[in-house]
């Protein structure tokens, strides 16, 4: 893989700034990302993991221009995005779209389905029958093609993330950026969300950058992955030979704290079971 | 493969729709009773431009401080003037100011709170710190200011009361913006590529739109009394064009010996102002889609 990488990360770093305690004492810099370097190169999923607070959603923030590094700079395909006019992004806006975690919240209340599925295409202003495509757009997501004339709140978490979901391709996006996709959702309704996922990023080709704090969500998703500890990456490489052989402490320690049958447990599971 | 993949591919299984959607209830008793007392003040308005029993302005020294009763149903003032004749004339002057008046704060507050909420900070804060002057600035002084310019008249305590609420409309929306533009909507909004003045129309006012609409009743009654007091204390609508503020001034010096002239003007103000806040409890309501029913 020696081509160009479709978004990349140079150096990011991104402080924010906690609020002043008081009048003299102004507020203290918060390093959310330190020196962050990261290629997703097209075609692959790749999975950034790491606990709450370790610059994940920051950085997934940044590979889309919507925040601005403090220093370092962000590409796609080549192209510089950080510090540059929304203006100049169309580009970008067009190629990379995103699920949010709750679906609740990342729908606009006041609009009925079928114009939060076709405001990206309006926006942008595609050409094209945008009725048409969103109705195509409801059958790719597996949703009754009626209920565009629905709001939001009118549908349960899981369908709420399909309607989320189908607005993401809308545009006919390159890549989708999934931060915590999932975790707001039932467990018995997770599953059927990252089968449409994969299925979709197979069908259109997607690229798909995947935020999660859930190791088995990342593993069973993504080729590559990088940890993230307190705002730096410490390892990155292919989901299987991490998981096989961790080797940075921190993962180490995360891929530990995962539940698992082993031991004890496994043993008296297999006995009990023959 | 972890038991994850075992999950039907297509996965239709959550997609059951959730029935047929229940009609929508866009009336509730609360708007139903508000919009019945402000259309009874528009329709005492209209009226007005048809018929009064007698010319509200007619003088009759035979005929004054009469009781409610006979040829005058609600008695006469001072003068000897008609009182329905006077509060059905007198309604026009109310909607009208308190119409203008709210529009007045709405159209300027609304933009400038918008503009605050951007962020911008060379923007944001001498808008913000231009309409703070503005809000320690009494409505009643403004208004005394430009009747001393101007001269009194209805279209002077329009604009003062107006001018006076801006500042409240700019800070509700600037509040309320800040809030919307902080959501996981508009976010996901700017990733396709939305903003400025179309994402605050389409995203940011919607959502505000409730508390907009409750503060325009709430402003709407309080110009109401605004106009009241300002005629009331000679800054608003000169005689003799009957407003309601000026029949209940002109009631005190008669309280004694005629207390029903009171009544009737504060009866009226007080059933207007209590129907445009139902009003705008009831459309908060009913133009919520998430309380329309499930």
Same mark, same amino acid.
């Given at each position: ?10 150096? !990011? %770093? ?17 390093? +959310? ?50 510090? !540059? ?27 009925? %389905? ?67 996709? !999932? ?73 530990? +704290? ?17 | ?25 866009? &009336? ?22 048809? &018929? ?20 005058? &149903?609600? #008695? ?36 400038? #709170? ?149 009544? &009737? ?30």
């Amino acid at each position: 893989m020696t081509t160009t990488p479709l978004l990349e990360a140079v150096d !990011v %770093v991104r402080e924010y700034r906690s609020p002043r305690r008081s009048l003299r004492t102004p507020g203290q810099p918060i390093r +959310a990302l330190d020196g962050v370097s990261v290629q997703v190169h097209e075609g692959e999923a790749f999975g950034i993991v790491g606990e709450s607070g370790s610059g994940k959603s920051t950085l997934s923030r940044i590979l889309m221009a919507l925040d601005q590094p403090t220093s370092g700079t962000a590409f796609y395909q080549g192209q510089r995005i950080s510090g !540059v006019p929304e203006r100049r992004l169309g580009f970008l806006r067009r190629d990379v779209q995103m699920v949010l975690q709750d679906p609740m919240s990342s729908l606009n209340p006041r609009m009925r %389905v079928a114009d939060i599925i076709a405001e990206p295409m309006r926006a942008l202003r595609l050409p094209g029958d945008h009725r048409a495509r969103v109705a195509e757009l409801m059958h790719s997501v597996g949703l009754p093609e009626e209920a565009v004339t629905r709001y939001p709140h009118q549908f349960s978490g899981g369908q709420r993330q399909r309607i989320a979901i189908a607005r993401a391709l809308a545009a006919g996006p390159k890549v989708i950026v999934g931060d915590e996709p !999932v975790s707001a959702l039932d467990v018995s309704v997770r599953a059927q969300i990252l089968n449409l996922l994969t299925d979709l990023a197979e069908q259109f080709k997607l690229t798909l950058i995947l935020v999660s704090h859930d190791l088995s969500v990342v593993r069973y998703l993504c080729d590559r992955i990088a940890v993230m500890n307190q705002g730096r990456i410490v390892e990155t490489g292919d989901t299987e030979s991490i998981y096989a052989d961790p080797r940075h402490p921190y993962t180490q320690r995360l891929l530990s +704290a995962v539940p698992t049958l082993s031991g004890d447990l496994l043993d008296r599971f297999n006995r009990s079971s023959t | 493969m972890t038991s994850v993949a075992d999950a039907p591919p297509d996965a239709t299984a959550d997609v059951v729709a959730a029935g047929p959607v229940k009609p929508r209830r866009r &009336w509730n008793l609360t708007l139903v009773i508000g919009a019945g007392l402000v259309g009874l003040v528009v329709l005492t308005a209209l009226v007005s431009f048809l &018929w009064t029993p007698y010319d509200p302005t007619r003088v009759d020294p035979s005929q004054t401080l009469l009781s409610p009763g006979g040829d005058h &149903w609600l #008695g006469t003032d001072h003068f000897g003037r008609d009182i329905v004749s006077q509060l059905l004339v007198g309604a026009r002057t109310t909607l009208f100011v308190g119409v203008v008046a709210v529009a007045i704060a709405a159209a300027v507050g609304v933009p400038l #709170g918008l503009l605050a909420a951007t962020g911008h900070r060379w923007l944001s804060e001498p808008v913000m710190r231009a309409l703070d002057i503005v809000f320690a600035f009494p409505a009643i002084l403004l208004a005394i200011i430009l009747a001393a310019g101007f001269g009194a008249s209805t279209l002077t305590g329009m604009i003062a009361i107006g001018v006076a609420n801006v500042p409240v409309f700019g800070r509700l929306t600037r509040a309320g913006a800040m809030q919307v533009l902080q959501s996981d909507f508009v976010l996901a909004a700017r990733s396709y590529g939305r903003r400025g003045v179309v994402l605050m129309v389409r995203y940011v006012l919607p959502n505000i739109a409730a508390l907009l609409i409750v503060q325009a009743s709430v402003s709407f009654a309080h110009a109401v009394l605004a106009e009241a007091a300002l005629s009331y204390l000679g800054y608003g609508t000169p005689p003799p064009t009957p407003t309601w503020g000026r029949m209940l001034q002109e009631a005190q010096n008669y309280f004694v010996v005629q207390p029903m002239l009171a009544v &009737w003007p504060g009866l009226a103000i007080a059933l207007s102002v209590l129907g445009f806040n139902l009003m705008g409890d009831g459309l908060r309501d009913a133009l919520d889609p998430r309380l329309r029913g499930r």
